[in-house]
């Protein structure tokens, strides 16, 4: 047996696990969002401050992906939301298995807004379909303007692109023009994103996207 055969294996399960996590999904008319990034892009942060502006207007709940500890999970809580959390232990993405056990512990009757919260990880989240109507990937200033080309895949797969820690250009050798022409080669059709989640920038405008993407949904 080649391993290769079992990586297939694993992945075909994965896609029919999700296709019913996805049917279960659009019957509700949930919007579902795969949040990626490297860690310490801001995931946490930017979600943060989309719930405090649109937890009054839409009902939103959140799954969170950690390795090991509920620290992520307990600052979605504090925002007043539902949120259930994954601990891979040790895995470093997730998938649709364990996105299945996970919906069984949500009130799918009162959710709008479903965003998970993947494994801080730049690589092979990206490779897993885990049900959603949209890959968004963040990207901060501290990491480097070049990060789109030498990880394609998440930044080819995305539907948004934000670009985080806004804050923070000045003291970075971030190249903002570099950026933009290497995400536009990567995914012409990607909406982009600038915020800082610390000064509170470009979050109106990023939340009002969002919750366009989600009356749509519920509309369809
Ligand atoms: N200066 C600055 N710092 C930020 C900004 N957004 C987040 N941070 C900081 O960056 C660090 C990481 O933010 P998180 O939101 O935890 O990042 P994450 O992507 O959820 O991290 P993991 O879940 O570990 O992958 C924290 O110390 C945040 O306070 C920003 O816009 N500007
Ligand atoms: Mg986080
Ligand atoms: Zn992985």
């Known amino acids: 047996m080649s391993e290769i055969k079992v990586v297939t294996n694993i992945l075909q399960t994965n896609d029919e696990i999700t296709a019913q996590n996805k049917k279960k999904l659009d019957e509700k008319g949930i919007y579902v969002i795969n949040l990626m990034s490297s860690p310490g892009s801001g995931k946490t942060s930017i979600l943060e401050k989309i719930i405090s502006r649109l ?7 959140v799954i969170e992906g ?4 509920t620290k992520d999970a307990e600052r979605i809580e504090a925002q007043g939301v539902p949120v259930v959390q994954i601990n891979t232990g040790g895995a470093c993405h997730l998938d649709g298995d364990m996105i299945k056990n996970s919906l069984n512990s949500l009130d799918l009757e009162n959710i709008d807004l479903l965003v998970i919260e993947n494994v801080g990880n730049l690589v092979c989240p990206a490779e897993f379909e885990i049900g959603e109507d949209i890959k968004i990937s963040v990207l901060s200033t501290t990491e480097g303007n070049d990060k789109p080309l030498k990880y394609p895949l998440m930044f080819e797969k995305s539907g948004a692109v934000i670009l985080n820690k806004i804050d923070l250009l000045p003291y970075t050798n971030f190249n903002k023009e570099e950026f933009y022409r290497d995400i536009n080669s990567l995914n012409a059709n990607a909406v982009t994103f600038e915020v800082s989640c610390i000064k509170d920038e470009g979050i109106d ?3 009002s996207w969002l919750k366009d993407r989600v009356k749509e949904k519920k509309n369809s």
Do not use: G
């Open 66 to 69: 950690d390795i090991y500890t």
């Open 55 to 61: 937890k009054n207007d839409i009902k939103i709940a």
């Open 205 to 207: 405008n990023l939340s």
